[in-house]
Structure formats: C-alpha cells, structure tokens
C-alpha cells in the first residue's frame, strides 16, 4: 500500500486520518464569511481546507437550451448550470490570501481545478496538492495534465465504473504522478446513507494498493466514523456557518459544532481501532482478578471429599483456574479449610 505526502502529513494505512474541510461555495460570494470558514475549520479540527477553482466559462457555457437546463430531482433543479456555477464559484483573488491565511493557521490549502488555466493558476500559488472531482474523473486530458505537476492527486470516484477508475488512474500514473489517493463518493446532494455503499473502500484500497477515503455529502456525521473503520485514511466533508443561511452546497454540508464532533469522533474511532490484539490491555490488567476462580465455600475438615457442594467456581480470582474444577472432585482436603478460602493445591491430597 503506497501512501501519499500532503504538506508535512503522511497519509495511509496507521497514519492519522487527513480530514478535509470543503469550503466550497458556503462564502456565499463574501470574503469575510470565507475567512470565517477557515478560521472555523482550524477550530474544528481540520488538516486541510480545499476550495474549487473554477468560473461559469470553464465549467459550462450561458445557454438557454434544454440541456443546460439542471434537473433531476436536485436540489439546484430549474436552475441554469451556467447560473449556479456563477452562484457558486470562488473568486480567483481570494485565493492567494485564503492559502496564506490557511498557512498562517497551520492548515494545508488545495483546490480541485476544473481546467487548465486552474491548474496553472494553482501552479504559480504553490498549492501541495491538487483533487479532482467526481465529475471530472472522465476528463482525461485535465487528469494528464494535473499528473504532469508531479503534485499528490486525491481523485473522487462518484458514478464512476471501476473500469473508469483504472482508466483515470492509469492515465495519471502515465503522465508524471507519484502519489494518488482515492475517495469513495456518492455524487447525490445530500447522499443518502443507503447508497453509500462503504464496502467499496477496502475493496478499491485493495484493487488500487492506494490510501482511499471518504467524501461524504450525506447528512451527520456516522457515515464519515463508519468509513474510518472501514479504514478511510481521508475524511472530506463540506463546512458551512449556518444551513439556516441559503447557498448551493449549505443544505448538505456540517455547522462548525458538527464538524467538531465529527472530527472528535474519527480521532476516537482511530484509536479504538487499534491493532489485532488477544488477552488483557494495560487497562483491563487491574480487572483480572474479578474472573472466576475455584473456592471452598463451606467450612471443611482435614480428610473430607470435595463435592460440588463445598466447592464452587465464582467470583474473585484469587484461587485455582475452573478449567481444574473436574480435577478436585473427589479429592480430599489435606488440613481444615474455612468457607471463603481460594483453592490451591496446596490444600489437596
């Protein structure tokens, strides 16, 4: 299993889990509230925050035709693709002073580019690392030229076949890229738990010999603390101050107080995981001596048979394992033994 270097983090199987915080378009067209988004993702935990770097011109073109018209039963539907992606979009200015303060706070800055130009843009920022959405995994041409900066790519797998995978995958290998990661992902909007299907991650952990992880649209965090254990080295999940405040992505992303606690929860799943162990933990050391073990348990005479009436298996551990239990019977006790005392052999002829 490779892994991948973002920043000063290792990421992979016994490495901490690399938790992401999308922004997004929950600045909703306002530079204070994006600086409140990081700030709020350093005070939640966050490794990373990662924005999308994009503009209406890159993604689509301004067309009333049909077909550019958004539906489906989302939650974006009658809208223009044109129109939400001018909602949506994170100014380009904003992001040379989103990553210095992002670096100030000691959280790794990326972004997913959806075209060249991005790509070169992030390229003159510095960026340590590049994603790629789900919907740009059939983009082979914009997947071959991140892969030519030699960057970490962390590449989303939402509606994708496991033979288009291979065929991104193969793709980036065969232009330049070192290390990939990827996620498990569920292209719906929020994600229904149902579909999220969290048995694909071991498999393509396997299938891929790469670290793969989550981004997750579902609502609450279990799906995140579920995939963990099925062991997601990568958390993405978007962060908004309020989903009482409309945006394109808030209704699906976590408040700061949620995305703490979802932090908070991975950081005890990773530790509960552990390691493959048998026998009594440090903590459990202290609790050996509440098994059971073999007592006397009614006052007996030098020479007497033991039965099942003055000998019995139970609480505390002081005396001999039950596993002798059939051994005592019919013994006989070599001096006086009163009611309460541990079986040794000692006590046996």
């Not at 972004?111 to 991005?118: G, K, L, N, V, Y």
């Not at 082979?140 to 939402?158: D, F, M």
């Not at 997601?232 to 978007?238: R, T």
Request: charged share 25%; proline share 7%.
């Amino acid at each position: 299993m490779s892994t991948l270097i973002v920043g000063s983090r290792r990421i992979g199987p016994g490495d901490p889990v690399y938790i992401i915080a999308e922004i997004s378009a929950n600045h909703n067209q306002d530079f204070d509230q994006a600086v409140r988004l990081v700030k709020a993702a350093k005070e939640s935990g966050a490794d990373a925050i990662k924005l999308q770097t994009y503009t209406p011109d890159t993604l689509t073109i301004n067309s009333d035709r049909p077909e550019f018209l958004i539906r489906g039963g989302t939650i974006w539907d009658e809208k223009k693709l044109y129109d939400l992606y001018a909602e949506a979009y994170t100014p380009w200015e904003w992001q040379p002073k989103i990553k210095e303060m992002a670096a100030k706070l000691g959280l790794d800055f990326f972004s997913t580019p959806f075209d060249p130009t991005a790509v070169d843009f992030l390229e003159d920022l510095g960026v340590p690392a590049y994603k790629v959405a789900s919907f740009e995994i059939v983009d082979i041409p914009l997947i071959e030229r991140i892969a030519r900066t030699g960057k970490p790519l962390i590449i989303s797998t939402g509606m994708a076949s496991l033979g288009e995978i291979d065929e991104a995958v193969q793709a980036a290998y065969n232009s330049g890229a070192k290390q990939i990661a990827l996620l498990k992902c569920t292209s719906a909007y929020p994600a229904p738990p149902e579909e999220m299907n969290l048995r694909t991650i071991p498999h393509l952990a396997q299938a891929f010999g790469v670290p793969v992880g989550l981004s997750d649209h579902t609502l609450g965090i279990a799906v995140p603390v579920a995939a963990v254990a099925l062991g997601a080295c990568i958390v993405e999940k978007h962060l908004t101050l309020s989903r009482s405040v409309p945006g394109p992505d808030s209704a699906f992303s976590l408040e700061p107080h949620e995305f703490k606690a979802m932090v908070e929860a991975v950081r005890t799943t990773e530790k509960a995981l552990g390691r493959v162990h048998y026998g009594a933990s440090a903590k459990e050391a202290g609790s050996r001596v509440f098994r059971r073990s073999l007592f006397v348990v009614r006052d007996m005479a030098a020479g007497e048979v033991f039965t099942a009436e003055n000998v019995r298996s139970l609480r505390p551990g002081y005396g001999l394992h039950p596993r002798h239990y059939k051994d005592v019977l019919g013994r006989r006790a070599a001096r006086d033994i009163s009611r309460g005392t541990p079986l040794q052999w000692s006590l046996i002829t």
